[in-house]
């Protein structure tokens, strides 16, 4: 039986690099309760970030956190973090026995909540790297097969034309390679009638009619074997047209992923205009997926501690423990990438002032990109009834809410009922956008803080027009189960600057 893999993919911080798991090395340099029950792994890269760190102070090379995917058949399932962690403090020192108990009665492996925040594999074989990311921080560029996984990919980006269609954008590079020229076959029809020629004067190669039709004009001899000086002339055309190609050579793009800066001075790989990329060595043209950019100013130089004080001035709210958890980490823009994917903002967009008009984007992973030159020209233009839905989504993605994904109602609702649901009545397939008379209407599910349910039911209205007195922006308006209004926006938050809050930029940082 094929086991498949849990829907998720998770991550494993360690103390120094590793190229495969094993039962050996299990609770090395961790530190916790429980740590020896098997390996373990969490669908959240910040979680296992803080492990690998606390790892390293223990002992280790350097922390390094590795993204995986595990095929659990029968996992032993628990609730609430709370319950498994008292299970393994009560246990410390017994982690062996507990596997080998679990194991006998059939699990393969432990997972904590149904957004699996914990997950403990108790044999090794079942894990696999993800090999689309390299461990030092490069991730492959997504590569989309068909026009339904480009705009499956692409759905609810904030990158988008006026219309709504996709927008490409531009992003300048020295690191290129030279592809070689290509050899293209001649005319078939022009070799066809240059070899019909050759047959009919008795000359045995093709390539030789033009020069030999040629000589016999010149000699005066064309009359008495049947040709004319137009055949010498059609001969060379068709000789012409009929040699092979060969096509120049060519620059593409050098590499296949982005590594994303490490350091202190830059927070993301960035992207603009074709005039802003010129600067920066060839131009090549990708598609961005960024559903919630964060709008900042043109900040010139995107030193971490400049990016952290603008921040706060935009009002996004930051603790002081987020503030220091930056500050002391050994990658500055990796810890500020998770610290904003955290607040909701998948990527940065700004007025390019330094570089001319227009905006420009910033992306925190790689896999948010896309190479034009994978994606054929009709897989861009989709029709209007999808690129209304993507609006709705990314006016959705801006409010902020914690949406419970398919496969975390799934993993649920399969233990529960029998149509998917995490309630009767509510299954996946309503929690589409749903086209009603000038408004479309969607169910989802959010994370209740509380962890009283494990979903909490929402539903969204998305007028395209807007309501009366929005002037034509769009709408958005979300309630709960009981219709009660939580909240109400009008147009893309990520389309104009936030109004600046003085009050939030009070707080004193570090100069760079």
Same mark, same amino acid.
């Given at each position: 039986?094929?086991?498949?893999?849990?829907?998720?993919?998770?991550?494993?911080?360690?103390?120094?690099?590793?190229?495969?798991?094993?039962?050996?090395?299990?609770?090395?340099?961790?530190?916790?309760?429980?740590?020896?029950? =098997?390996?373990?792994?969490?669908?959240?890269?910040?979680?296992?970030?803080? !492990?690998?760190?606390?790892?390293?102070?223990?002992?280790? +090379?350097?922390?390094?956190?590795?993204?995986?995917?595990?095929?659990?058949?029968?996992?032993?399932?628990?609730?609430?973090?709370?319950?498994?962690?008292?299970? @393994?403090?009560? &246990?410390?020192?017994?982690?062996?026995?507990?596997?080998?108990?679990?194991?006998?009665?059939?699990?393969?492996?432990?997972?904590?909540?149904?957004?699996?925040?914990?997950?403990?594999?108790?044999?090794?074989?079942?894990?696999?790297?993800?090999?689309?990311?390299?461990?030092?921080?490069?991730?492959?560029?997504?590569?989309?097969?068909?026009?339904?996984?480009?705009?499956?990919?692409?759905?609810?980006?904030?990158?988008? &034309?006026?219309?709504?269609? $996709?927008?490409?954008?531009?992003?300048?590079?020295?690191?290129?390679?030279?592809?070689?020229?290509?050899?293209? $076959?001649?005319?078939?029809?022009?070799?066809? *009638?240059?070899?019909?020629?050759?047959?009919?004067?008795?000359?045995? *190669? @093709?390539?030789?009619?033009?020069?030999?039709?040629?000589?016999?004009?010149?000699?005066? #001899?064309?009359?008495?074997? %049947?040709?004319?000086? *137009?055949?010498?002339?059609?001969?060379?055309?068709?000789?012409?047209?009929?040699?092979?190609?060969?096509?120049?050579?060519?620059?593409?793009?050098?590499? +296949?992923?982005?590594?994303?800066?490490?350091?202190?001075?830059?927070?993301?790989?960035?992207?603009?205009?074709?005039?802003?990329?010129?600067?920066?060595?060839?131009?090549?043209?990708?598609?961005?997926?960024?559903?919630?950019?964060?709008?900042?100013?043109?900040?010139?130089?995107?030193?971490?501690?400049?990016?952290?004080?603008?921040?706060?001035?935009?009002?996004?709210?930051?603790?002081?423990?987020?503030?220091?958890?930056?500050?002391?980490?050994? +990658?500055?823009?990796?810890?500020? /990438?998770?610290?904003?994917?955290?607040?909701?903002?998948?990527?940065?967009?700004?007025?390019?002032?330094?570089? =001319?008009?227009?905006?420009?984007?910033?992306?925190?992973?790689?896999?948010?990109?896309?190479?034009?030159? +994978?994606?054929?020209?009709?897989?861009?233009?989709?029709? %209007?009834?999808?690129?209304?839905?993507?609006?709705?989504? /990314?006016?959705?993605?801006?409010? =902020?809410?914690?949406?419970?994904?398919?496969?975390?109602?799934?993993?649920?609702?399969?233990?529960?009922?029998?149509?998917?649901?995490?309630?009767?009545?509510?299954?996946?397939?309503?929690?589409?956008?749903?086209?009603?008379?000038?408004?479309?209407?969607?169910?989802?599910?959010?994370?209740?803080?509380?962890?009283?349910?494990?979903?909490?039911?929402?539903?969204? !209205?998305?007028?395209?027009?807007?309501?009366?007195?929005?002037? =034509?922006?769009?709408?958005?308006?979300?309630?709960?189960?009981?219709?009660?209004?939580?909240?109400?926006?009008?147009?893309?938050?990520?389309?104009?600057?936030?109004?600046?809050?003085?009050?939030?930029? #009070?707080?004193?940082?570090?100069? $760079?």
């Amino acid at each position: 039986m094929i086991v498949e893999r849990l829907p998720v993919k998770l991550y494993h911080g360690s103390a120094s690099p590793i190229d495969h798991f094993s039962l050996e090395h299990l609770g090395s340099n961790s530190g916790h309760d429980g740590a020896g029950l =098997g390996v373990y792994l969490t669908s959240k890269p910040e979680l296992a970030s803080q !492990y690998a760190d606390m790892a390293c102070r223990l002992g280790g +090379d350097g922390q390094v956190v590795y993204p995986v995917w595990a095929r659990l058949q029968n996992p032993y399932r628990y609730d609430t973090a709370s319950a498994f962690y008292s299970d @393994a403090a009560e &246990r410390a020192g017994l982690e062996t026995a507990w596997r080998e108990v679990l194991m006998k009665a059939g699990f393969d492996g432990i997972v904590v909540r149904s957004d699996y925040e914990e997950v403990v594999v108790f044999d090794p074989a079942v894990i696999e790297f993800d090999l689309t990311i390299d461990v030092r921080g490069q991730v492959a560029m997504f590569k989309p097969a068909t026009a339904e996984e480009f705009q499956s990919w692409f759905a609810g980006s904030a990158v988008v &034309r006026p219309d709504g269609q $996709p927008l490409m954008v531009h992003h300048g590079t020295t690191v290129v390679k030279v592809v070689p020229g290509e050899t293209r $076959p001649g005319d078939a029809k022009a070799t066809a *009638e240059l070899q019909a020629l050759a047959d009919q004067h008795g000359i045995p *190669e @093709a390539n030789d009619v033009p020069v030999i039709l040629e000589r016999w004009v010149a000699m005066g #001899m064309a009359a008495n074997r %049947g040709v004319s000086p *137009e055949d010498a002339v059609r001969a060379r055309a068709l000789l012409e047209k009929s040699r092979p190609r060969v096509t120049r050579p060519s620059e593409a793009l050098g590499f +296949d992923a982005f590594e994303l800066p490490a350091g202190d001075k830059e927070l993301g790989a960035h992207f603009g205009t074709r005039t802003h990329a010129s600067g920066f060595g060839n131009v090549f043209d990708f598609y961005l997926r960024i559903g919630n950019p964060l709008r900042l100013p043109d900040l010139g130089t995107w030193h971490y501690q400049s990016v952290m004080r603008e921040v706060r001035r935009q009002g996004v709210s930051l603790s002081e423990d987020e503030y220091t958890v930056v500050f002391n980490a050994r +990658d500055n823009n990796a810890a500020l /990438r998770e610290l904003l994917l955290s607040k909701g903002f998948d990527g940065v967009v700004y007025a390019n002032e330094a570089e =001319g008009s227009g905006d420009s984007f910033i992306v925190f992973r790689a896999d948010q990109v896309v190479a034009a030159v +994978d994606v054929d020209a009709s897989w861009v233009q989709v029709p %209007g009834d999808v690129a209304v839905t993507w609006a709705a989504d /990314r006016l959705l993605k801006q409010v =902020g809410l914690e949406i419970l994904s398919d496969a975390d109602i799934a993993s649920y609702s399969a233990h529960r009922f029998d149509d998917m649901a995490m309630r009767p009545g509510v299954d996946l397939a309503q929690l589409q956008w749903t086209s009603y008379a000038g408004y479309l209407q969607k169910h989802f599910y959010v994370r209740d803080p509380e962890q009283v349910e494990a979903g909490l039911l929402r539903t969204a !209205y998305y007028y395209p027009n807007g309501a009366e007195g929005d002037h =034509g922006a769009p709408r958005l308006i979300i309630v709960d189960d009981s219709d009660r209004e939580l909240d109400s926006i009008c147009g893309d938050r990520s389309a104009a600057p936030r109004e600046a809050s003085l009050q939030a930029a #009070m707080l004193d940082l570090p100069s $760079p």
